[in-house]
């Protein structure tokens, strides 16, 4: 049964996500746990940075703790992440 809840969380993260109405609240460690659950790989990551790729797509998206608040996505990286989906993971 929490396999299903933990389901159901990530899919309001990514209806989040790709609606772009909540940008400014979305946080970093589920954002990344999302990529990881669309099936991204991660390839790098250092104590700010994680590197994530997505198949044969040469295209890789960086996402990095805010200066603020590091449990907080930027809403650039929202809005990238977004394009990256909508362009490549067709979900």
């Keep these: 049964m929490a396999k299903w809840l933990k389901l159901g ?5 990514l209806k989040d996500v790709l609606s772009g ?3 400014d609240d979305i946080n970093l ?3 990344c746990a999302l990529l990881k659950m669309l099936g991204c790989r991660l390839n ?3 104590e700010q940075r994680q590197i ?3 198949g044969d ?3 890789q998206l960086e996402l990095c703790a805010g200066e603020e608040d590091h449990s ?4 650039d990286q929202v809005k990238q992440v977004r394009e990256f989906i909508q362009k490549y993971i067709k979900v």
């Design 21 to 23: 109405e909540q940008d």
């Design 72 to 75: 907080k996505a930027t809403c």
């Design 57 to 59: 797509v040469e295209e």
């Design 29 to 31: 460690n589920e954002l």
């Design 44 to 46: 790098h990551v250092s």
């Design 52 to 54: 994530f790729s997505y």
């Design 9 to 13: 969380r990530y899919n309001k993260i």
